[in-house]
Nanobody
Framework: QVQLVESGGGLVQAGDSLRLSCAAS????????MGWFRRAPGKEREFVAT????????YVLDSVKGRFTISRDNAKNTVYLQMNSLEPEDTAVYYC?????????????????WGQGTQVTVSS
């Protein structure tokens, strides 16, 4: 059974940084792409960032480009989302997800396992 457990969320002020972590178990982590999504209050789930199985390819949402970085440590079965210069608009529940294959994926239906989410709140 695949499990994804996010951590690192919290309440911060605008301009601060947070690093989210997602620990995976239950299948060979290095075989699969990973992604981060978020859902803000009253809005639909939104793609944030994705990384290929080896970490060689990444892609992030335009609105977070230059501020957010996705990375992974296959030895630790963990994917990270480094978030800098946070803005109130980044407030959301952030979810990590494991893809159906090893490539970068931006659509939610390309992922078959999801974490429970971690809350990020950015005050102005």
């Amino acid at each position: 059974q695949v499990q994804l457990v996010e951590s690192g969320g919290g309440l911060v002020q605008a301009g601060d940084s947070l690093r989210l972590s997602c620990a995976a178990s239950g299948r060979t982590f290095s075989n699969y792409g990973m992604g981060w999504f978020r859902r803000a209050p009253g809005k639909e789930r939104e793609f944030v960032a994705t990384i290929s199985q080896s970490g060689g390819y990444t892609y992030v949402l335009d609105s977070v480009k230059g501020r957010f970085t996705i990375s992974r440590d296959n030895a630790k079965n963990t994917v990270y989302l480094q978030m800098n210069s946070l803005e109130p608009e980044d407030t959301a529940v952030y979810y990590c997800a494991s893809a159906r294959d090893g490539s970068v994926n931006t659509a939610w239906y390309e992922y078959d396992y999801w974490g429970q989410g971690t809350q990020v709140t950015v005050s102005s």
